[in-house]
């Protein structure tokens, strides 16, 4: 595979573009937009697409919800880790290999950069398979990309938080390495390794979910223990059991240091959202939520993002994508503003459900994330 196409095409187009969306950010006007990747198993590769928002036919106070594929994007490795951060988003090793091919679908096992570098996985994978150290920069205000250096170490399934302007890469091999840990700095296009001692992590040390609160990386493994890394301190704490294990999924985001998580063990109980306070390490019920889906959209295959303070969940329609059902496949956008109350109690309101897209094949949101541009 050729090396991707380098921005820009017109140099001065492209300065005069980015000058203006400095000068946007600058004045602080800028807007939040939803990415989001979503995949057609096992026929046709997974997409980029954006959530376009726009007056419905010139009306006030009205907006059409709309998915809209974007085509100069190349679809990711199975396993990638994504972080966004201001107007771009940063794809992060995964894996490759013709078995991958079979298992989850055309597309999945095509590195973005061309898979400069990786390691062959046979054990708790496939031969042939390899994890991949390469790193993709995608910006989000023209839609192009290119490589950046790789990491050290190939990975898949790897953690990843952003603490002041560095990236930090968690995992996604053996813990045995002196190169477990990665940080990327931003301003100087480098990686460097962080030096144990790590955390005892399950087999291939590879994570199910992660996020990072109050300036720590939380990342949850395949025995669902709890690992936290707080980079300034240099410090790891481990929990092989509590609250958070038991109910975090990787259908989640972070919003001012809260975790929002689907309930999903007692979603038909009525409390559809749980909250997770990093400080009190416990959970609490989103309350109210009138005109919430109440027909099992959310049992499988949906993914929650942070959309400027408020959370945005997309979801395939799957009571509607069972074997021989030819009915319309859909995927929802459920848009829920939310505030805490004096006495402790969180309450969200739904402003909107709208169906963003109707594909002809059967669909999976595998992710969902916000930039600001």
Same mark, same amino acid.
């Given at each position: ?160 938080? +952003?603490?002041?302007? @560095?990236?930090?890469?968690? %995992? #996604?091999?053996? !813990?045995?390495? $002196?190169?477990? *840990? ?116 959310? +049992?499988?295959?949906? @993914?929650?993002?942070?959309? %400027? #303070?408020?959370? !945005?969940?997309? $979801?395939?329609? *799957? ?55």
């Amino acid at each position: 595979m050729s090396p991707p196409v380098a921005f820009p095409r017109c140099r001065s187009f492209h300065s005069l573009m980015s000058k203006l969306y400095d000068d946007r950010l600058r004045l602080g006007y800028t807007e939040n937009v939803l990415y989001a990747y979503v995949g057609f198993p096992p026929v046709e590769n997974p997409s980029w697409y954006i959530l376009h928002r726009k007056p419905y036919r010139n009306l006030p106070n009205t907006i059409s919800l709309k998915l809209c594929k974007i085509d100069s994007l190349p679809p990711m490795p199975w396993g990638s880790t994504v972080v966004t951060i201001g107007s771009d988003i940063y794809v992060i090793g995964g894996r490759v290999g013709e078995k991958l091919l079979e298992d989850v679908g055309v597309g999945y096992n095509k590195p973005i950069s061309g898979g400069r570098r990786g390691e062959t996985s046979i054990r708790g994978g496939h031969a042939g398979e390899r994890r991949i150290s390469d790193v993709t920069h995608i910006n989000c205000r023209f839609h192009e990309y290119r490589s950046l250096p790789s990491m050290k170490m190939a990975r898949c399934r790897a953690a990843a938080g +952003v603490i002041d302007g @560095k990236i930090y890469v968690i %995992g #996604g091999r053996k !813990v045995r390495t $002196s190169d477990w *840990v990665e940080v990327f700095d931003l301003k100087k296009q480098s990686w460097s390794s962080v030096p144990g001692p790590y955390p005892e992590a399950f087999g291939r040390g590879e994570f199910l979910t992660y996020a990072v609160m109050k300036e720590k990386i939380y990342c949850l493994d395949l025995t669902r223990n709890i690992h936290i890394y707080d980079p300034k301190e240099s410090k790891w704490e481990s929990w092989t059991h509590g609250p958070l294990s038991a109910s975090w999924n990787d259908s989640s985001c972070v919003v001012d240091n809260l975790l929002f998580c689907i309930n999903t063990s007692v979603y038909f109980l009525g409390w559809p959202i749980k909250i997770y306070d990093p400080e009190k390490k416990t959970w609490f019920y989103l309350q109210g939520l009138q005109g919430f889906p109440a027909n099992g959209l959310f +049992v499988d295959g949906y @993914k929650m993002a942070n959309f %400027g #303070g408020k959370l !945005v969940i997309l $979801s395939a329609d *799957v009571h509607r994508l069972r074997r021989y059902d030819c009915r319309k496949r859909e995927i929802w956008c459920i848009e829920i503003a939310w505030e805490r109350k004096e006495d402790g109690t969180f309450w969200g309101k739904v402003e909107s459900v709208a169906v963003v897209l109707t594909p002809a094949k059967t669909t999976s949101v595998d992710i969902c994330g916000t930039v600001t541009v």
